[in-house]
């Protein structure tokens, strides 16, 4: 029986230790900022990032990993004979998924790519249960079900404090952007089907400590929470409290705090953060 070998994309949130251990395979895309182009957990970390961010002139450019990157990497797993599973994110935010498709069906290699419909730490969630699975001898098919049941039981949450880089990326016109930030509104946002949508809006910090007070309760009620994570940009009072609560609330479940991955930090701007979790029903 073929082994089964666990790609994604450098939009995951991992820790180098996780990757290490579970022998997961990251192909990184790559961020420009003013002219200069970096490659993500190669020539530039999350950390390094979001100061180059904050400080450049223009909004950075990210672009999706090249199809060819991909096919090498899909080329060297599977020469054993193993079989490759890519696990990528959500098509909403970029096209890394379809390079990753396409690459499967020129590499020499039996590659499946799913699109996992999340990113960050929830993409992460998705990486690390198939290639604890892929170590264990699964075979494909008993990972694509847990991945779905991963799926399923994950939920992330997203609060936007300014819309600068947003408006600066194309996604909303100037004026409605500059009328919102004057109005100091905040947006809280869920990934859900694939998809990215406004479920909070609102004034001041206020909004954003609410909804995620409705998030945190929900969150009690939620059976067999498993494991919680927290990614942001920069820090903030909503952040530190939020956190703080989490660890108040849930002192049992793992919760992993980090920075998030340039993609995520350039579509979202300075302050913005992440609640991430997952449960995991019988």
Do not use: W
Not at 85 to 90: A, G, N, P, Q, R
Not at 148 to 176: E, F, Q, S, W
Not at 231 to 242: F, G, I, P, R, W
């Amino acid at each position: 029986m073929a082994n089964v070998k666990v790609v994604t994309d450098s939009s995951v949130q991992l820790t180098d230790d996780e990757i290490k251990q579970y022998n997961i395979t990251v192909v990184p895309l790559t961020v420009m900022i003013d002219g200069t182009v970096y490659v993500e957990r190669e020539t530039i970390n999350n950390e390094q990032f979001v100061p180059k961010m904050l400080a450049s002139k223009d909004l950075p450019k990210t672009s999706q990993p090249p199809v060819g990157k991909f096919v090498e990497a899909f080329d060297e797993l599977g020469k054993d004979g193993s079989q490759v599973l890519c696990i990528d994110m959500l098509e909403a935010i970029s096209g890394t998924v379809h390079a990753a498709e396409q690459a499967a069906t020129l590499s020499k290699s039996d590659v499946t790519v799913i699109d996992s419909q999340s990113t960050d730490r929830g993409l992460g969630f998705q990486v690390l249960e198939a290639a604890k699975l892929a170590q264990e001898g699964a075979d494909l098919a008993t990972i694509l079900d847990k991945i779905a049941k991963v799926r399923n039981n994950t939920r992330l949450y997203l609060c936007v404090m300014t819309l600068d880089n947003i408006v600066k990326g194309g996604r909303l016109h100037p004026i409605a952007g500059a009328i919102t930030n004057f109005l100091n509104i905040k947006l809280g946002l869920q990934v859900t089907g694939g998809k990215l949508k406004v479920v909070s809006k609102g004034r001041g910090d206020k909004s954003l400590r609410k909804f995620f007070n409705g998030i945190i309760n929900d969150m009690k009620n939620t059976p067999a929470l498993k494991e919680i994570g927290i990614s942001y940009v920069t820090e903030t009072s909503v952040l530190k409290e939020t956190v703080q609560k989490l660890k108040t609330d849930f002192p049992d479940v793992p919760l992993l705090y980090r920075i998030t991955s340039p993609i995520i930090s350039t579509h979202t701007g300075e302050g913005a953060f992440a609640l991430i979790y997952y449960s995991d029903p019988d």
